[in-house]
């Protein structure tokens, strides 16, 4: 927006007849020039204004014309104002330049109010780099204008010719510049379908090979799993024809030991006392290798029922009261808190925990063994803690590999499956378990399972 009309304007003129058209361009390009417009704009705004006066003359019969500065509100800067009153009202009180490109030709072209009349008003921004415009500027350009003699119609007809070589020398050099923009637009874009196809190829090789791996991968996977079902059926197998003989074998230590038979020497006695807890412990091993193919080719499926923890525990407590044969070491099982239900099979469960404290009694030389229930939102956590010596945080995964025992923790010797078999029945409910040890301080096992079941 402009501020409010000058009160002296820098030059006037009268557009009556068709010579005063090439007065108007020739006057209208000084008075830009005087008040710093670059030499483009000044072309510019004289073309723009040649139009219009055009117009107005054939349509109106004419206008008069006022050259002023005004100052922009919204930026302080100067701009060139240039208002063409009509000499006759305009039809409907509107204008429309018979070329559309003259509006793009200034700032600003519109029709507007000016003291109570209508004139069709144009105006150009002054560059910031223009000289200043103060009062006694203006007033010296007024009178610099008013004095100069304005020149012939056939002097601004060259002046016109010259600007309009001037313009189509560059144009000519801006279609030079754009036949060369052409030319290196075209050499990027064969460079960019080049790259293009080049990287196309390599991703369909990329994919190619991406395919080939997985399908390596899918037959790996193929592999492991019939790998994995032979391992089963073999443990299984070999576990269900070890089991006869060694059953056998027990049975016969067990007669040559009984006192109905022929008696033994002190020697044959502990011979035959070593041969049965031998066997005792490979029967051990074969039960829990079978258990383990069992639980690993998923023919262990759950009996679903409420279990009282009481009842569990109260079992586990009388059972294995006699293993802690150490005086030294103290087996607790802790009365779980009321009401003490779950879903879950009380036999797989039982299993569990009878693993889990074997295991504590077995390696632990002193101190305790405990079993403790705990309820915890809409789950029980069952743990068994012991004293012993605790295992180190980078092997408390590798306990429940199965065959796996931590080194040089006790002399006890295990199978290393009661772990891993543990884990697997514990998923198998629906649950899981969990070991927090450290070295010296004991080990926690921790069952955490549903209070609803799977």
Request: aromatic fraction near 4%; avoid cysteine.
């Amino acid at each position: 927006m402009t501020g409010p009309t000058a009160p002296d304007p820098l030059l006037q003129l009268a557009l009556r007849v068709e010579q005063d058209i090439f007065l108007v361009r020739q006057r209208g390009r000084e008075v830009a020039a005087a008040v710093g417009l670059e030499h483009q704009d000044q072309v510019r705004l004289a073309t723009a204004l040649s139009e219009v006066a055009r117009d107005l003359l054939h349509t109106v019969d004419g206008a008069d014309v006022t050259f002023a500065v005004d100052v922009d509100a919204a930026t302080g800067r100067p701009v060139l104002r240039v208002d063409l009153a009509p000499a006759r009202p305009l039809p409907d009180g509107r204008y429309e330049p018979q070329s559309g490109a003259v509006a793009r030709l200034v700032d600003v072209l519109a029709v507007v109010a000016d003291e109570g009349d209508t004139v069709v008003r144009m105006s150009r921004r002054v560059p910031a780099h223009a000289p200043a415009l103060p009062p006694e500027r203006l007033a010296q350009l007024r009178d610099e204008l008013a004095s100069s003699a304005p020149g012939t119609a056939l002097d601004e007809l060259a002046a016109q010719n010259t600007q309009l070589i001037a313009a189509l020398d560059e144009v000519r050099s801006h279609r030079d510049e754009l036949e060369v923009l052409n030319a290196e637009l075209q050499e990027t874009n064969r460079g960019v379908m080049a790259l293009y196809n080049q990287l196309t190829e390599e991703l369909e090789a990329t994919n190619r090979g991406v395919v080939a791996l997985y399908a390596e991968l899918d037959e790996k996977s193929a592999q492991l799993r019939a790998a994995s079902e032979s391992k089963s059926r073999f443990l299984a197998n070999v576990s269900h024809e070890l089991r006869a003989p060694v059953t056998a074998i027990i049975g016969l230590a067990r007669l040559l030991a009984d006192p109905a038979s022929d008696p033994l020497t002190a020697e044959q006695a502990r011979q035959v006392g070593l041969i049965r807890s031998s066997a005792g412990d490979l029967l051990s091993l074969v039960n829990e290798l079978l258990d383990l193919a069992k639980a690993e080719s998923g023919r262990i499926e759950p009996n679903w029922a409420e279990v009282d923890l009481r009842a569990v525990f109260g079992q586990l407590r009388g059972t294995l009261r006699a293993l802690a044969t150490r005086p030294e070491v103290e087996l607790v099982v802790a009365e779980p808190p009321a009401p003490a239900t779950l879903r879950s099979d009380e036999v797989l469960l039982a299993q569990v925990l009878r693993n889990l404290l074997h295991n504590g009694l077995k390696f632990t030389e002193r101190g305790e063994v405990r079993l403790r229930a705990e309820r915890r939102d809409d789950s029980w956590r069952l743990s068994v803690s012991d004293t012993g010596v605790g295992i180190p945080p980078e092997l408390h995964e590798r306990v429940f590999e199965e065959f796996y025992q931590v080194p040089g923790a006790t002399r006890v010797v295990g199978t290393g499956l009661g772990l891993p078999y543990a884990r697997r029945l514990v998923k198998l409910l629906g649950g899981s378990l969990e070991l927090s040890s450290e070295p010296g301080r004991g080990s926690t096992f921790t069952v955490t399972l549903p209070e609803g079941g799977a």
